[in-house]
């Protein structure tokens, strides 16, 4: 698969993260935290400086998500999530394409159910 036909199709499972009606962004983040696939909802007014502080987070979460140095321990990063008064932002790194997944939702998400959604919309990525 090339790379082009790789973020079209994360980019149509990021898509159907944003049918869930929590979910406000849902987007794939480079190890650069430059979002290649993905978004916000269409229709969704941010909230003011969103798109700002998320470039922020973004660059946060990208070298947080790929460290490494608890691996051998305690087992790689499943998710990081970080639950806010207005939204809970969780990220699912990919660790062997060196990118993550990085979803902002409603603070009512249930964060495990929201992972397990993950899980089975990506499940078949390659």
Known sequence: MSNSEILKLYGE?????LNESEIRFAGIVDVDGK???GGFKE????YEND???LQSFLEFVSKASIRKEFDESLGPINYLAAR???AVLVSFPFPVTKI?????????VNIENLANKVVEIFTDVK
Do not use: F, H, W, Y
């Open 13 to 17: 499972k990021c898509n159907q993260l």
């Open 35 to 37: 979002l290649i696939a």
């Open 43 to 46: 229709g969704l007014v941010p």
């Open 51 to 53: 798109e700002t502080r």
């Open 84 to 86: 806010r008064d207005k």
């Open 100 to 108: 993550l997944l990085l979803i902002s939702a409603e603070p009512t």
